[in-house]
C-alpha cells in the first residue's frame, strides 16, 4: 500500500465511521438473536425428531471398521495415503498446523488494499486450492476402503480365507497387495517364499513382536485353515479369479 492509498482509504474509513452504526449494542443484539433462532432450532428438532443413537456397543467385535466422521475425512485421507511413518506426523499435524498459521497470520503478510476477488490473484488462488484440496480429500476419504479390508482379487474359494484374515489384523502389520502397514515384511508374494508348513509355524511360534495365533488355530480350526490357505496362496502368479471358478465349484460339490 502505497502512500496515496492510505490516505484515500482512512478519507473512506473516517466518513463510514461518522454514517455507521456502533458494534455494541447493534451488531451484538444481531449476533445475539440468531444465535438464540439457531439454538431454538436445534432444541425444537432434537424434541420433535428426537437424537439418533447408534447400535450398542460391541467390545467383541472384530469386523467393527473404525471411521471417523465426514468433516474429519480429507485428514484421514491424508493420514492413508501418507505410507512412511516419518512422514505420518508432518502430514496430520504439520501441513494444517501450517496452513492454518498462514490464514491466521494473512493480515500482516496481505497488505493490499485491494477488495475485489479478481485484483487479489495469490488470496483467491490459496482459497480456491484449499477447498479444492480439501474437497478433494474428503471424497476419496468418503470412497476409500475400510483399512481392515484386503483390497485384492483373488480365486472364490480364497475369499473367506481373505476375509479372517483380515479380521485377525494382519495388515496392522503386514502389507498385502496395496493395503496395510510395514511393520513386519511384506505377504504379497509370501506364498513363493514360504509353503503351508513354514507359515503355519510362523503363525504357532512366531518371533516378536508378531503375536502367535494359537487361540485362533484352537477355537476356529477351520478359520485358520481358511487363513493359512490365503496367505499361501499369495504368489507372484496369482491364479486369475475367472480362470479359478471350476475349482470352486469342484470343491462345493465335494461338501
Ligand atoms: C504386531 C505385528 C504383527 C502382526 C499383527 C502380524 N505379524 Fe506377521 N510378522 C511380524 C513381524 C515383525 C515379522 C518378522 C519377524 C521376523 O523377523 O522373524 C512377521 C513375520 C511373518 C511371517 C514370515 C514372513 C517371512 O518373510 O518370513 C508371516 C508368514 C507372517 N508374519 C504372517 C502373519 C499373518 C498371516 C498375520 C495375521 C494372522 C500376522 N503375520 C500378524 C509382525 C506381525
Known sequence: ???????????????????????????????????????????????????????????????????????????????RVVKPPELVFMATLGIPTIWLMMLLLLPFYDLGPERHPLKRPIAMIGAVATVVG???????????????????????????????????????????????????????????RLGRDAIVRTLLNPTAPMPPYVDLQEESPEQFEQLVGFVASLKEEMPPPEESEPAEQASAEQK
Not at 479390508?149 to 483380515?166: C, D, F, H, N, S
Not at 496395510?180 to 508374494?189: D, I, V
Open 1 to 79: 500500500m502505497n502512500a496515496r492509498e492510505k490516505e484515500e482509504y482512512l478519507r473512506e474509513y473516517s466518513i463510514l465511521k461518522t454514517q455507521g452504526k456502533p458494534f455494541f449494542p447493534y451488531a451484538v443484539f444481531k449476533d445475539t438473536a440468531m444465535a438464540a433462532i439457531t439454538l431454538g432450532v436445534i432444541i425444537l428438532m432434537a424434541v420433535l425428531l428426537g437424537a439418533e443413537l447408534g447400535p450398542k456397543a460391541d467390545p467383541t467385535t472384530t469386523t467393527y471398521s473404525p471411521r471417523p466422521e465426514w468433516y474429519f475425512f480429507f485428514l484421514f485421507e491424508l493420514l
Open 134 to 192: 480439501m474437497a478433494y480429500l474428503t471424497i476419496l476419504g468418503a470412497v476409500a476402503g475400510s483399512p481392515a479390508v484386503i483390497e485384492l482379487e483373488v480365486a472364490p474359494r480364497y475369499e473367506e480365507g481373505k476375509l479372517v484374515t483380515a479380521s485377525q489384523g494382519c495388515l496392522g502389520c503386514h502389507k498385502i497387495g496395496e493395503s496395510g502397514n510395514t511393520l513386519g515384511p511384506n505377504l504379497t508374494h509370501i506364498g513363493d
